[in-house]
T-cell receptor, first 110, second 114 residues
Framework: QKEVEQDPGPLSVPEGAIVSLNCTYS??????FMWYRQYSRKGPELLMY????GNKEDGRFTAQVDKSSKYISLFIRDSQPSDSATYLC??????????FGKGTRLHILP | DVKVTQSSRYLVKRTGEKVFLECVQD?????MFWYRQDPGLGLRLIYF???????EKGDIPEGYSVSREKKERFSLILESASTNQTSMYLC?????????????FGDGTRLSIL
Protein backbone atom coordinates (compact mmCIF):
# COMPACT_ATOMS: atom_id res chain seq x y z
CA GLN A 1 0.00 0.00 0.00
CA LYS A 2 1.41 3.39 -1.02
CA GLU A 3 1.86 5.94 1.76
CA VAL A 4 -0.13 8.61 -0.06
CA GLU A 5 -2.68 8.02 -2.81
CA GLN A 6 -3.92 10.78 -5.09
CA ASP A 7 -5.96 10.48 -8.27
CA PRO A 8 -3.86 11.90 -11.14
CA GLY A 9 -6.87 13.15 -13.12
CA PRO A 10 -7.15 15.12 -15.29
CA LEU A 11 -10.19 16.68 -13.69
CA SER A 12 -12.11 19.11 -15.90
CA VAL A 13 -14.81 21.35 -14.43
CA PRO A 14 -16.63 24.45 -15.73
CA GLU A 15 -15.69 27.89 -14.44
CA GLY A 16 -17.55 28.80 -11.26
CA ALA A 17 -17.98 25.19 -10.08
CA ILE A 18 -16.83 23.85 -6.73
CA VAL A 19 -13.78 21.63 -7.05
CA SER A 20 -13.01 18.80 -4.65
CA LEU A 21 -9.52 17.28 -4.57
CA ASN A 22 -8.68 14.38 -2.27
CA CYS A 23 -5.89 12.21 -0.91
CA THR A 24 -5.78 9.15 1.28
CA TYR A 25 -2.83 8.03 3.36
CA SER A 26 -1.77 5.05 5.42
CA UNK A 27 0.69 6.39 8.03
CA UNK A 28 -1.14 7.36 11.23
CA UNK A 29 1.97 9.29 12.41
CA UNK A 30 1.31 12.11 9.94
CA UNK A 31 0.35 15.29 11.78
CA UNK A 32 0.99 18.08 9.27
CA PHE A 33 -0.94 18.33 6.05
CA MET A 34 -0.31 20.57 3.07
CA TRP A 35 -1.61 21.37 -0.36
CA TYR A 36 0.68 22.73 -3.05
CA ARG A 37 -0.27 24.19 -6.43
CA GLN A 38 2.10 23.74 -9.34
CA TYR A 39 1.76 25.57 -12.62
CA SER A 40 3.43 24.17 -15.71
CA ARG A 41 7.23 24.64 -15.68
CA LYS A 42 7.18 26.17 -12.20
CA GLY A 43 7.95 24.88 -8.71
CA PRO A 44 5.22 23.84 -6.25
CA GLU A 45 3.72 26.77 -4.34
CA LEU A 46 2.36 26.26 -0.82
CA LEU A 47 -1.39 26.80 -0.80
CA MET A 48 -2.65 25.47 2.52
CA TYR A 49 -1.01 24.13 5.70
CA UNK A 50 -2.90 22.49 8.53
CA UNK A 51 -2.07 20.65 11.72
CA UNK A 52 -4.09 17.59 12.81
CA UNK A 53 -7.81 17.20 12.06
CA GLY A 54 -10.29 19.91 11.17
CA ASN A 55 -10.95 22.57 8.57
CA LYS A 56 -9.00 25.61 7.47
CA GLU A 57 -10.32 28.28 5.14
CA ASP A 58 -8.36 30.84 3.11
CA GLY A 59 -10.39 32.85 0.63
CA ARG A 60 -11.85 30.47 -1.95
CA PHE A 61 -9.86 27.53 -0.61
CA THR A 62 -10.81 25.15 2.23
CA ALA A 63 -8.59 22.35 3.47
CA GLN A 64 -10.15 19.51 5.41
CA VAL A 65 -8.39 16.77 7.37
CA ASP A 66 -10.05 13.65 8.75
CA LYS A 67 -7.37 11.73 10.63
CA SER A 68 -9.76 8.97 11.70
CA SER A 69 -10.38 8.12 8.03
CA LYS A 70 -6.84 9.08 6.90
CA TYR A 71 -8.39 11.36 4.28
CA ILE A 72 -7.67 14.96 3.32
CA SER A 73 -9.48 17.26 0.92
CA LEU A 74 -9.07 20.62 -0.76
CA PHE A 75 -12.15 22.50 -1.90
CA ILE A 76 -12.01 25.38 -4.35
CA ARG A 77 -15.10 27.57 -4.54
CA ASP A 78 -16.00 29.73 -7.56
CA SER A 79 -13.25 28.10 -9.61
CA GLN A 80 -11.41 30.29 -12.13
CA PRO A 81 -9.39 29.41 -15.26
CA SER A 82 -6.31 30.63 -13.33
CA ASP A 83 -6.87 27.71 -10.92
CA SER A 84 -5.88 25.32 -13.70
CA ALA A 85 -2.75 23.61 -12.39
CA THR A 86 -1.53 20.42 -10.76
CA TYR A 87 -2.41 20.13 -7.07
CA LEU A 88 -0.14 18.09 -4.80
CA CYS A 89 -1.19 16.90 -1.40
CA UNK A 90 1.62 16.47 1.12
CA UNK A 91 2.01 15.35 4.70
CA UNK A 92 4.66 14.82 7.34
CA UNK A 93 5.30 13.62 10.86
CA UNK A 94 7.92 15.42 12.98
CA UNK A 95 10.93 14.30 10.97
CA UNK A 96 10.62 17.10 8.38
CA UNK A 97 10.49 14.64 5.50
CA UNK A 98 7.40 15.43 3.52
CA UNK A 99 5.61 12.70 1.62
CA PHE A 100 3.93 14.01 -1.52
CA GLY A 101 1.06 12.68 -3.56
CA LYS A 102 1.73 12.46 -7.28
CA GLY A 103 -0.63 15.33 -8.01
CA THR A 104 -4.03 15.86 -9.64
CA ARG A 105 -4.17 17.85 -12.89
CA LEU A 106 -7.07 20.28 -12.80
CA HIS A 107 -8.54 22.09 -15.81
CA ILE A 108 -11.09 24.88 -15.31
CA LEU A 109 -13.05 25.36 -18.53
CA PRO A 110 -14.04 28.99 -19.35
CA ASP B 1 7.92 35.87 1.50
CA VAL B 2 10.39 33.01 1.33
CA LYS B 3 12.57 33.13 -1.74
CA VAL B 4 14.30 30.01 -3.01
CA THR B 5 16.40 30.70 -6.08
CA GLN B 6 17.78 28.07 -8.40
CA SER B 7 20.61 29.30 -10.57
CA SER B 8 19.39 27.92 -13.90
CA ARG B 9 15.90 27.33 -15.28
CA TYR B 10 17.13 25.19 -18.18
CA LEU B 11 20.40 23.33 -18.58
CA VAL B 12 21.72 21.00 -21.29
CA LYS B 13 24.77 18.83 -20.58
CA ARG B 14 26.46 15.80 -22.11
CA THR B 15 26.83 12.32 -20.65
CA GLY B 16 29.87 11.97 -18.42
CA GLU B 17 30.01 15.66 -17.50
CA LYS B 18 30.10 16.78 -13.89
CA VAL B 19 27.04 18.98 -13.34
CA PHE B 20 26.44 21.50 -10.57
CA LEU B 21 22.96 22.75 -9.64
CA GLU B 22 22.88 25.66 -7.22
CA CYS B 23 20.17 26.73 -4.79
CA VAL B 24 20.04 29.75 -2.48
CA GLN B 25 17.39 30.65 0.11
CA ASP B 26 17.04 34.04 1.78
CA UNK B 27 15.07 33.20 4.94
CA UNK B 28 17.77 31.76 7.18
CA UNK B 29 16.17 28.32 6.99
CA UNK B 30 18.03 25.43 8.57
CA UNK B 31 16.67 22.67 6.35
CA MET B 32 17.29 22.35 2.63
CA PHE B 33 16.22 19.62 0.21
CA TRP B 34 16.83 18.44 -3.34
CA TYR B 35 14.13 16.57 -5.28
CA ARG B 36 13.69 15.37 -8.80
CA GLN B 37 10.25 15.32 -10.44
CA ASP B 38 9.36 12.98 -13.26
CA PRO B 39 6.00 12.32 -14.97
CA GLY B 40 4.15 9.50 -13.27
CA LEU B 41 6.73 9.24 -10.46
CA GLY B 42 6.05 12.47 -8.60
CA LEU B 43 8.59 14.15 -6.35
CA ARG B 44 11.46 11.99 -5.14
CA LEU B 45 13.88 13.11 -2.45
CA ILE B 46 17.56 12.93 -3.43
CA TYR B 47 19.40 14.53 -0.49
CA PHE B 48 18.65 16.86 2.37
CA UNK B 49 20.53 18.87 4.96
CA UNK B 50 19.60 20.07 8.43
CA UNK B 51 22.66 22.25 8.95
CA UNK B 52 25.84 23.58 7.39
CA UNK B 53 28.23 20.80 6.30
CA UNK B 54 25.60 18.23 7.19
CA UNK B 55 23.87 15.97 4.65
CA GLU B 56 21.53 12.99 4.67
CA LYS B 57 20.62 10.61 1.85
CA GLY B 58 17.08 10.68 0.62
CA ASP B 59 15.29 7.97 -1.33
CA ILE B 60 17.35 8.10 -4.55
CA PRO B 61 20.90 9.37 -3.78
CA GLU B 62 22.76 7.15 -6.27
CA GLY B 63 24.72 9.17 -8.81
CA TYR B 64 24.38 12.41 -6.83
CA SER B 65 26.24 14.24 -4.10
CA VAL B 66 25.60 17.53 -2.30
CA SER B 67 27.49 20.35 -0.67
CA ARG B 68 26.39 22.82 1.99
CA GLU B 69 29.25 25.13 2.89
CA LYS B 70 27.01 28.05 3.86
CA LYS B 71 23.59 28.00 5.50
CA GLU B 72 21.83 29.70 2.61
CA ARG B 73 23.33 27.63 -0.21
CA PHE B 74 22.79 23.96 -1.09
CA SER B 75 24.39 22.48 -4.20
CA LEU B 76 23.50 19.28 -6.00
CA ILE B 77 26.27 17.56 -7.95
CA LEU B 78 25.86 14.96 -10.66
CA GLU B 79 29.24 13.25 -10.55
CA SER B 80 29.07 11.79 -14.08
CA ALA B 81 25.84 12.73 -15.80
CA SER B 82 23.81 10.03 -17.49
CA THR B 83 20.73 10.24 -19.72
CA ASN B 84 18.51 8.77 -16.99
CA GLN B 85 19.23 11.87 -14.92
CA THR B 86 17.31 14.05 -17.38
CA SER B 87 14.62 15.51 -15.16
CA MET B 88 13.17 18.54 -13.40
CA TYR B 89 15.22 19.27 -10.25
CA LEU B 90 13.60 21.16 -7.41
CA CYS B 91 15.23 22.70 -4.37
CA UNK B 92 13.26 23.43 -1.19
CA UNK B 93 13.86 24.85 2.28
CA UNK B 94 12.04 24.83 5.63
CA UNK B 95 12.69 26.69 8.89
CA UNK B 96 14.09 24.21 11.38
CA UNK B 97 14.37 20.53 12.15
CA UNK B 98 11.48 18.94 14.00
CA UNK B 99 9.12 21.89 13.59
CA UNK B 100 6.81 20.30 11.02
CA UNK B 101 6.89 23.52 9.03
CA UNK B 102 6.16 23.22 5.30
CA UNK B 103 8.83 23.37 2.63
CA UNK B 104 9.13 26.23 0.15
CA PHE B 105 10.29 25.48 -3.37
CA GLY B 106 12.28 27.17 -6.07
CA ASP B 107 11.07 27.21 -9.67
CA GLY B 108 13.20 24.24 -10.66
CA THR B 109 15.95 23.46 -13.12
CA ARG B 110 14.95 21.46 -16.17
CA LEU B 111 18.06 19.43 -16.93
CA SER B 112 18.62 17.54 -20.17
CA ILE B 113 21.50 15.11 -20.49
CA LEU B 114 22.37 14.30 -24.12
Amino acid sequence: QKEVEQDPGPLSVPEGAIVSLNCTYSNSAFQYFMWYRQYSRKGPELLMYTYSSGNKEDGRFTAQVDKSSKYISLFIRDSQPSDSATYLCAMSALDDKIIFGKGTRLHILP
Amino acid sequence: DVKVTQSSRYLVKRTGEKVFLECVQDMDHENMFWYRQDPGLGLRLIYFSYDVKMKEKGDIPEGYSVSREKKERFSLILESASTNQTSMYLCASSPQAGSGQPQHFGDGTRLSIL
